[in-house]
């Protein structure tokens, strides 16, 4: 396991991180040298800078097919890292074109820079392979993200927002770091893949791993925001910039699942029987109280907080199936929710900056105001809500199948009876849209390219997802591969 | 490779929906123009495959097959059999009749004509898959444009209610179904969603006994069955006309035909094991919607629950499992289905004209509107099982196979059924078409329009056509029944 020589495969596997660097770098300096009516421009170059290095990574990082362990064991190059860092780069892209007419981010290179930085922290987080590197990773993540949710100064609810966003976090970490230093200590031993095989033949009790794994999970949980770590969304996403609840709700939410999947099923095979009863209820009692809450809100940003946490619900049945269908399906869930809700967040900037208000009675007349967007809003809501033709229907399809292939049935059926109650506020939602009439229902919206850019982006993405899916599903059944 | 006519038939519609919704909303005549010619097509096609489907060879023909996930045994197959093909004739008529129809909406007409037409590719794809996957995935994108147009255009005092009821009455039945589907995907072994691969899968005795009454009840939602019917009137009579004639005349259909093609077909012990219960429970349908029609007061609610008892019928043929039940069921599909249309369009009609629906308030309307009358008046017929008019083929062989295959006492209760909808269709025609002519509606009230009387003329011909020559499509449902019956035979 020892790092062999400096070569030019540890530079490749790597190729990405470096590109994300050398863009907040330049993001930074050209933020200085930029006058101030250029700099929406920094807009274009960080979406466009994004798009290329997916490009570069998807020509030279493609992993072999056996994993290697990268720099002193510090990273692990494998299919599932890849096709992460590939989910993150795409959703840090559309996010950064969303933000470009969303004040106060669109002329704030700081704005762009921390969210190359984020980027750069999940990238790192879906392919660590040592306890140091992924909690460096995740406080990576976390602190330009706390940041960004209370970037709107002067605003109370975005500083609640980022302050909160960081309490939270903290203590989440804080727990999180202490089950580390239990694994550490039993293990003597960082490496994530070696742990496993010490921590076995220690003949630990199960209850003592347990234990530790309970700890870990507490910040994995906070992450995916799942129940009972959930408080902190709807309040953050609320009060943070839209595009920024947007990038939290999925490409951050997908880098906690990443971590998950690799540390539950690498570090903890032998108490699996004890952990996915645990994931289970976990998981049904996200899908209950995301979906539960999400009916009586009258907001939509809180609306889709809401949906957010039951969506990691159904991801989570995924995981907690703990076969190779189920990682596929969750991996798969997991872009079509991301393309989906980076959509519907879209929707709600646009609306957001037209009329002031996330309320829901500000969509009313929004299908004679902009009938494209509310179309557009249409497909994000019914992907969301497990609709064909979008690509939510073939995750949801495909974590049912998963739980059921794992005889979890009663998850299924339950995770069924969660997607009719989603299914009920998506359709108020699309009510107000196109039913209820309102006085500005003759102004039509503004709609700047940037964002028609983006949205469409992720409309192809949701049809793609939902028709023409083999390749994705290959990729997913790949990136699942490497974990078993 | 032969030319995809299915394909064709499926996606004319869904392009033309495209299409639609990226037209300027202004250009109002195009878009109508655009969907009518998408409807026409697929009516066409609709017909010529009807009139090319061998009949002497039978089984699944037009079969069209492509890989779409091979590494889940997903796969893109279409084709049709003496069961499915009337119901696609059926779809393609009351499309363009819906779409003929509806030429008066002036509110968004674009979104109104797109949503129907995706309506239109769902319920034609469902008739037309062989593949377990496609059939969930036609079959739930009609989820939204059923609720979208119902509560954007439908009857303003229950559009809410009722579209949100129907939709997630039928959103739960179709995922009930989905979890008994995705069981016998993996109970089965084949790792593949192919239906007629999955007829053969020889599922075991208590798993089909379990996993049965899922997977049939889960789709027999959409086919209005007792008690989860309750969607079906206040869902119908909710919606815009044409939603109401798609809704009550084909998708209730869809689910009916899913709940034989799935259920039955592929659980065959199942569905003997479950027939009594079945059995029951449309008999049920039969004389409880029939009466509750007897007693409404509106209109249109009337023929929404007359919708319940006469799917109660086809339920019922089904329940029978014999040769005569099932081919009066694939019969009665056909019928009701272009009965209740035209039900629906003169009672739409009648209510765009007189802005009212109360039974009592209405009268004389045949003086005013006599092709809408007329029309209603040989809908009734059918209603009653006329001989001469289509329902009477259908109805006849459904009473023959419940004589035969159950105990008597269902077949009385059945044929008393049909006495009382005699009651209500007469009790209705007598107070709104004959009768005093209000003064109100002297004046305002006036004859329906060309297109209006096209779509009544087509429907009303089919019916008759039927009743007078049932060779037209009785041989073609029994060749599909032969094979149903050699799969429950086998088992």
Redesign the interface.
Known sequence: MAAGPFNATMILAILPQIGLLALGVLVSILDLLWKENQKRNLGWLTASGLALIMVLAGVFTAPAAQPVLVFGGMLRHDWLSFVFQMIFLFGAALTALFAMDSEPLSRKGEAYMLLVAATLGMTLMASAADLIMLFLAIEMTSIPLYILAGFIVGDNKSTESGFKYLLFGATTSAVMLYGFSLLYGFAGTTQIYQLAGILQQGQFSTFTLIAVLMLVLVGFSFKVSAVPFHFWAPDVYEGSPTPIAGFLSTASKAAGFAVLMRFLLVVFPMTEHYWIPLLAVISTATMIVGNTLALAQKNVKRLLAYSSIAQAGYMLIGVASVSPLGITASVFYLTAYLVTNLAAFGVVTIVGRSTGSDELSAYAGL??RA?GLA?VF?VAL?SLGG???FGG?VGK?LV??AA??SNL?WL??LG?LN??IA??YY??V??VV??YRSEDENRPLAIPRSWAIAMGLCVVGILLLGTV??PW??WS?TAASSLF | MQFPILSVIVFTPLLAGLLI?LMP?ARKTEVKVIALAAASVSLLLAIWTYFSYNVSAGGYQFVERLP?????GISYAMGVDGISMPLVLLAGVVVFCGALISWGIDD?P??FYAFLMFLATSVFGVFVSLDL?QL???F??A??PK??MI??WGYPKTR?YG??KL??YL??GS??A??GA??M??ASGLHTFDLIALEKANFSASFQYIWFPVVFFGFAILGGIFPFHSWAPDGHVAAPTAVSMLLAGVEMKVGAFAALRVAIMLLPQGARDWAWLILILATVNVIYGAFIAMIQTDFKYVIGFSSVSHMGLVLLGFATLSAEGLTGAGMQMFSHGIMTALFFAVVGMAYDRTHTRDISKLGGLIKKMPWAGVGFIIGGLVSMGMPGFSGFTAEFPIFMGIWRSTPPIFAIIAVVGVVITAAYILRVVSKVFFGELSPEFEQGVGDVTVLDKVAIGLLSVLMIALGVLPSLMVPMVQSGVEHVLRLLGGA
Not at chain 2, 68 to 72: A, E, H, I, M, R
């Open positions: 299908s004679r009938p179309m249409l019914l609709i064909p033709p229907f399809i049912f199948a059921i292939n049935i299924a059926v069924i997607s009719i299914l009920y359709l108020m699309l009510k196109y039913l899916f083999g599903y290959q059944v | 919704v909303p779409w996930l091979p590494q889940l968004r674009r979104e996957f969930f995935f036609f739930e994108i989820v939204f609720y979208l509560v954007v809410e579209a949100m939709t997630l959103f739960i995922v009930v989905l979890i995705l069981a995907y993996f």
